[in-house]
């Protein structure tokens, strides 16, 4: 009676550890893919305050006129980058 417990025991300690080393390997897949997305958002983000930055410089030079062709899509770019515009939360 005791080889069986004992024997069942066993089995399940093998299969559980198994599954905690299984999800232990995914984990640390998801924790580098993490880290991966988050140095791609910084990134992005650094790419997105300088365009911001460059285009108001643009605009305050009044190189862009409103009323014509080359104003009005700048005025359009210009528009989609605030909206895309990420402020720091430091």
């Given at each position: 009676m005791i080889g069986i417990i004992g024997y069942v025991f066993i089995c399940t300690t093998i299969i559980l550890g198994y599954a905690v080393y299984n999800l232990l390997t995914k984990?640390?897949?998801?924790?580098?893919?993490?880290?991966d997305t988050i140095d791609e958002v910084l990134g992005v983000k650094y790419k997105v305050n300088n365009a911001v930055k460059?285009?108001?410089?643009?605009?305050?030079?009044?190189a862009f006129e409103k009323d014509d062709e080359t104003g009005t899509v700048f005025q359009a770019l210009l528009e989609?980058?605030?909206?895309l515009e990420i402020v720091d939360e430091d």
């Amino acid at each position: 009676m005791i080889g069986i417990i004992g024997y069942v025991f066993i089995c399940t300690t093998i299969i559980l550890g198994y599954a905690v080393y299984n999800l232990l390997t995914k984990v640390e897949v998801l924790e580098d893919r993490l880290l991966d997305t988050i140095d791609e958002v910084l990134g992005v983000k650094y790419k997105v305050n300088n365009a911001v930055k460059e285009m108001r410089d643009i605009d305050s030079k009044e190189a862009f006129e409103k009323d014509d062709e080359t104003g009005t899509v700048f005025q359009a770019l210009l528009e989609i980058v605030e909206e895309l515009e990420i402020v720091d939360e430091d």
